[in-house]
Antibody, heavy 133, light 107 residues
Framework: QVQLVQSGGGVVQPGRSLRLSCEVSGFTFGSYVMHWVRQAPGKGLEWVALIWHDGSVTYSADSVKGRFTISRDNSKNMLYLQMNSLRADDTALYYC??????????????????????????WGQGTTVIVSS | DIQLTQSPSSLSASVGDTVTITCRTSQSINIYLNWYQQRPGKAPKRLIYVASSLEGGVPARFRGSGSGTDFTLTIHSLQPEDFATYYCQQGYRSPLTFGPGTKVEIK
């Protein structure tokens, strides 16, 4: 069945690094955009980053830009989130999620191709990251 | 960035009630608004995509509507398993953003 199994969380000191992994099964991984979403303790959902089917395009939230890198290995059905320069406010439950569908269009306001997103239809179980000294 | 607000932030209701949650966006997003349910200790689950399309396997008592900047999620005949937190999310433009959530509690 369709499944996302996460690993790699833990307790880490501020300023250190951690890599999260998400192993995919049950569907053709290389056909889907993938996301990382996080949830701080007692708080709401925050989108972190996404990566295109083939890894050619990535977007990330301003809060993690320059510190976190999303990547994938389609040959291994694996999604990753490399987190560097971790801060206390990165403490959260991190989810990987599959984007069900995108729809391309030409954005006349920017003069470039862009995409609409239909939402995250499959989620991992979550992995906890605690940044603390 | 597109900001999302939800109202109310929480509500109390009884089994069998109909509840409505509103999501408002800071700019028009056409119909690219998705709704999720999150039960305590569980991963979010998509209920509605592109404003009004029901996710497979989700009961028909969940209905989404709206376009532009104003969207609603209505739950008819509330069931015990519906007590959860509900989030809206815009899929119109990166960075993707979520609303702050609406917690539906048992009265």
């Amino acid at each position: 069945q369709v499944q996302l199994v996460q690993s790699g969380g833990g307790v880490v000191q501020p300023g250190r690094s951690l890599r999260l992994s998400c192993e995919v099964s049950g569907f053709t991984f290389g056909s889907y955009v993938m996301h990382w979403v996080r949830q701080a303790p007692g708080k709401g959902l925050e989108w972190v980053a996404l990566i295109w089917h083939d890894g050619s395009v990535t977007y990330s939230a301003d809060s993690v830009k320059g510190r976190f890198t999303i990547s994938r290995d389609n040959s291994k059905n694996m999604l990753y989130l490399q987190m560097n320069s971790l801060r206390a406010d990165d403490t959260a439950l991190y989810y990987c999620a599959r984007e069900e569908r995108t729809l391309g269009y030409y954005d006349t306001s920017t003069g470039s191709n862009s995409f609409y997103f239909y939402g995250m239809d499959v989620w991992g179980q979550g992995t906890t990251v605690i940044v603390s000294s | 960035d597109i900001q999302l607000t939800q109202s109310p932030s929480s509500l109390s209701a009884s089994v069998g009630d109909t509840v409505t949650i509103t999501c408002r966006t800071s700019q028009s997003i056409n119909i690219y608004l998705n709704w999720y349910q999150q039960r305590p200790g569980k991963a979010p689950k998509r209920l509605i995509y592109v404003a009004s399309s029901l996710e497979g396997g989700v009961p028909a008592r969940f209905r989404g509507s709206g376009s532009g900047t104003d969207f609603t999620l209505t739950i008819h005949s509330l069931q015990p398993e519906d007590f959860a937190t509900y989030y809206c999310q815009q899929g119109y433009r990166s960075p993707l953003t979520f609303g702050p959530g609406t917690k539906v509690e048992i009265k």
